[in-house]
């Protein structure tokens, strides 16, 4: 049997309940922990720098995420400009930590559901939302326009992990397949650098309404990840993205079936020469240390990235918005 996404269960009555609520919350804004309580409909700004219009940054088709995802023709990456995040080591800080240039990409939500057409068009297996957290509202409107004109491919989720609950209630049934970062372990690490004082805390808390919302299970058509979870963690030097700490939580609070993609692409960029602990790439001892959590904590399903892999995921947005990540090097890989 062919899968049905989500969002096209759902009844015009609930969407717009939906859309409701999630506007209401950006008059005041909380749609993620910061809490920033700015009317965004207003031109009123918090820390993400952003106001009720998406900003895309890029959209293209992209052969570097994990082999369920990107498939045969790749995953439909949509890039959505600004972060609630203000992560030192950002490797789309272009896009991310430049409001003022990334201002003049802001689209309509009809825009934005026809970016999603074009891309199941060019062949993707998916739409994937990359750092979508600040946008509910008109994610979830283009949403159901892109429904109406006949999208009918699965939308992944893909954010730092930083998400309020509140606002991710509003993607039940609607997103299938949720792609977090885990980024640190502890508070203090997340105070240093992404400029956040509670990250673990607010992660550990979202990406639990995640599992709850679609399990552990990674449901698969043609080879091809339809529904599901999957983990993201990417090792960083010194280990100060605490990693014993993130294994241990997946394992005992949410589900050792749950698949994990173990990050190894981290490279120094950025602000990060700034910060001596973190101003180089990881060595081979802190990947085996982490390969050894995972089976300490018998988290048996997911993905390794090679070693080497820093060498290939570095993106260029200041070189191409249609190309970032040279997706002809990548088939290569």
């Known amino acids: 049997m062919s899968f049905i996404p989500s969002y096209k269960k759902i009844s ?7 859309i409701r609520v999630a506007d209401s919350i950006i008059k005041n804004c909380t749609s993620c922990p910061r809490n920033c309580l700015v009317d965004r409909t207003k031109g009123e700004l918090g820390t993400c720098q952003s106001g009720d219009k998406p900003i895309v940054s890029s959209y293209t088709l992209h052969f570097g995420e994990e082999p369920v995802l990107s498939g045969t023709n790749g995953a439909g990456n949509i890039f959505f400009g600004n972060c609630n995040l203000r992560c030192v080591y950002c490797q789309n800080f272009v896009i991310s930590q430049n409001p003022k240039t990334e201002k003049r ?14 891309l199941q068009n060019m062949g993707s297996h998916n739409i994937r939302l990359v750092s979508p957290t600040h946008f509910t509202v008109p994610i979830l409107k283009s949403i159901r326009i892109a429904s109406q004109l006949g999208l009918n491919l699965p939308i992944i989720y893909n954010t730092n992990g930083y998400d309020s609950v509140e606002m991710l209630k509003l993607y039940k049934d609607v997103i299938d397949i949720y792609l977090p970062d885990f980024k640190y372990g502890n508070n203090d690490y997340g105070r240093v650098y992404s400029k956040v004082t509670d990250y673990f805390d607010k992660a550990k808390l979202a ?10 299970e990674l449901v698969y058509e043609n080879g091809v990840v339809v529904r599901g979870l999957i983990i993201r963690h990417l090792i960083l030097p010194n280990d100060l993205s605490e990693t014993e700490k993130v294994f241990k939580f997946i394992s005992e609070e949410l589900d050792k079936k749950i698949h994990i993609s173990l990050m ?3 490279y120094p960029t950025n602000r990060s020469e700034k910060h001596i602990l973190i101003n180089r790439s990881i060595r081979y001892i802190e990947f ?19 070693l080497e892999s820093n060498e290939f995921y570095r993106p260029s947005f200041e070189v191409s918005r249609d190309d970032p990540f040279n997706n002809k090097k990548l088939k290569l890989v």
Not at 12 to 18: T, V
Not at 207 to 216: A, D, L, R
Not at 288 to 306: C, F, H, R, S
């Open 105 to 118: 990409n802001e689209v309509t939500v009809e825009r934005l559901a026809e970016i999603m057409i074009e």
């Open 12 to 18: 015009e009555k609930e969407f717009d309940r939906r």
């Open 207 to 216: 990406i639990k309404e995640m599992y709850n919302q679609v399990g552990s």
């Open 288 to 306: 085996a240390n982490a390969v050894e959590l995972l089976d300490k904590y018998g988290l048996e399903n997911g993905w390794l990235q090679e």
């Open 264 to 266: 190894t692409q981290y």
